[in-house]
């Protein structure tokens, strides 16, 4: 697993875990403004338990970062469309107090918040963050290199049986080939058995008709010799 400090100093291994925004919850609870998405600076340094400067020294460091992860800032029209719509109460109930008359208002998305946990070096909460992000892909890690063990027993298994199929390949040949000389016998054979049949159905008939003839004669013996004793 790689170091903590990793994560401090490499963009792209931030970015590379930068999809696991539940780590957030599985740390602390976020508790987000009313629209379900977004948090203020002054939320942001409540859940890392900092001053909200800190906050703000992280986003002048890493401006160009935090804005493609989500995070924004409003002015004019926008900044008063927002704060009408989510000035009641936040996600936990609690009445959220603006300052009058801002210039503008900055807001997180928890892709932004996961972002700044990744930068902030003096926030207990922080590092729980980041330890268990590490934690998270060393066990996908772990995951991926059992999954890659077995696919790799399997092939060998394949390999062995893919060997064991060439060798059979010759003694099924053979085994076909003989297969079909028993094919070819037995259609001979069949072809003979019928012939036979035939023939014995012809006999059958001309047995038939000599019983016939026999049958004549004898009724035709009789005939006479009652003719005989007549006279």
Known sequence: MPPEGALLESRSMRDSVMGRIDALD????????PDGVHITTEGVARYFEIHREAVHSVVKRHRDELHANGMITLNGSDLQDFEMANLATSADGAPVSYPQGRAHLRLFTRRAVLNIAMLLRDSDIARCVRTYLLDA????????????RRVTDV???????GVALQELGPVLHRMSYRLDSLDRRLDATNQVVAAISNRLCQMSEDINRV?????????????????RKRR
């Open 137 to 148: 892909e060393d066990d996908l890690r772990k995951g991926y290199a059992n999954l890659d």
């Open 26 to 33: 599985k740390v602390k609870a976020l508790r987000l403004l």
């Open 155 to 161: 092939e060998t298994c394949l390999g062995g049986v």
């Open 211 to 227: 019983d016939a003839r026999v049958d004549d004669v004898v009724h035709q013996l009789r005939d006479l010799r009652r003719g």
